[in-house]
């Protein structure tokens, strides 16, 4: 089941390779978590020195405007010196982000981080890690966990709390479910982050080549045997929301470096109040995103990466912005008649939420990588920008891989 979407109705995000919303810093490929799907080998030894994490930061700074870090890895709880990585981070006046399974966070720790000028979280939490206590729990289990988490960083205070799960065939189903629970707490929840599953195929349908010479990928921890399904489109999670929800609406997505109308990342913002797990007021369009992107990079000179939860709850406010935007149209005018049918629901404080769908790389039947054109979580190998995803390639062999259709076996 995959949905029907036609990106030009969508507001293409304006992000590019020099002027992006966020930029990628590993500081260390050390983890204390196992998750299925991970594209980084832990390697316990790997802890970045503080000047090599200034370095790479230099690199950003020099070849790209961004508003926001994300500091991952790896787990970036597991470097020492976190703090001072967030604290070199918040002092160059860009937005500090923590990516983390969680396992090494404690209040104390949190608030910690806050004073050195961490501006929020996400948190990697699915069924797929080895994570104790929680092991083989379902999705819908795990929502207990990430409302722990949200809890936690809501009573820390002043940051933004997201979350992502990468989503397999068998957790396709469970989608819904994580968009509902977020829905019921939109207050303290800001951000969700659905990522398609993906990996390198062996004995598929590609040879792999680095300059000319052919490898054996099966030492990057992201290749997996042919029969793993490694094809979920971002319009397939789509589809799963929308069969639930059928008035979610994205309004904005970045394209593919190959194909201009495949959906990289696909973003949905909805207004509500929590508690309401069964209601929405509505989901903003393009023109809302259009104006935020714009009016932030007008008056800051780079595009808006993480907004704070003082910022978010202001919802009440962005509906006067609806004759501009015909999401925010739909929005008041929901508004508008539960306030009619109940004068109290006037007063609640309307939150804003982000759905985020992201489609990682996609290889196209004759070779093409389809990647994320305007990727946001590029990183640094030596002193240049690279892929995230895609950064044991050239630690391994030097450049990334090529990937070329297998010839056919000749017959005589």
């Not at 397939?236 to 990289?264: H, M, V």
């Not at 690279?386 to 259709?405: D, H, N």
Request: glycine share 8%.
């Amino acid at each position: 089941m995959t949905a029907r979407l036609d990106h030009r109705t969508l507001y293409r995000l304006p992000w590019s390779l020099p002027d992006n919303a966020i930029s990628w810093l590993e500081p260390t490929a050390a983890c204390n978590l196992y998750c299925e799907g991970c594209y980084r080998t832990n390697d316990p030894r790997s802890h970045k020195t503080l000047s090599e994490i200034e370095a790479d930061l230099d690199v950003f700074t020099s070849l790209r405007t961004c508003d926001g870090i994300s500091v991952a890895g790896g787990d970036p709880l597991t470097h020492p010196d976190v703090a001072q990585i967030v604290a070199m981070i918040a002092q160059r006046g860009l937005k500090p982000i923590l990516n983390t399974n969680g396992l090494a966070l404690s209040r104390e720790l949190l608030v910690e981080l806050k004073r050195a000028g961490l501006k929020g979280l996400t948190l990697h939490i699915d069924s797929k890690q080895r994570r104790r206590g929680w092991n083989g729990k379902s999705e819908v289990e795990l929502n207990a966990l990430r409302l722990q988490f949200a809890e936690m960083i809501a009573e820390v205070g002043d940051l933004s709390c997201a979350f992502n799960s990468t989503v397999y065939d068998d957790t396709l189903e469970s989608v819904p479910d994580i968009v509902a629970w977020a829905q019921e707490h939109i207050d303290i929840v800001h951000v969700v982050v659905f990522i398609a599953f993906r990996s390198a195929m062996l004995g598929g349908p590609f040879d792999y080549y680095v300059g000319g010479e052919r490898v054996e990928l099966g030492e990057v921890p992201y290749a997996t045997p042919a029969s793993a399904r490694t094809d979920i489109q971002s319009t397939d999670i789509l589809a799963t929301i929308q069969e639930r929800f059928p008035d979610f609406a994205p309004c904005a997505y970045l394209n593919g470096t190959e194909r201009p109308d495949s959906f990289k990342w696909l973003l949905a913002g909805r207004l509500g109040a929590p508690g309401r797990p069964g209601r929405i007021d509505g989901y903003v369009g393009p023109r809302f995103m259009e104006l935020a992107q714009t009016t932030h990079h007008f008056r800051h000179g780079r595009y808006l990466a993480y907004s704070g939860p003082r910022v978010l709850r202001r919802g009440r406010s962005l509906l006067l912005l609806s004759p501009v935007d015909h999401g925010l149209r739909s929005a008041a005018a929901s508004y508008l008649r539960a306030a009619a049918r109940n004068p109290l629901n006037a007063l609640k404080r309307i939150h804003f939420q982000s759905v985020m769908i992201i489609q990682p790389i996609d290889v196209l039947p004759d070779g093409r990588q389809n990647m994320c054109d305007g990727c946001p979580d590029m990183t640094v190998w030596n002193g240049r920008l690279a892929w995230s995803c895609r950064l044991e390639e050239p630690q391994r062999y030097g450049a990334f891989v090529q990937t070329v259709p297998k010839k056919p076996p000749t017959t005589h």
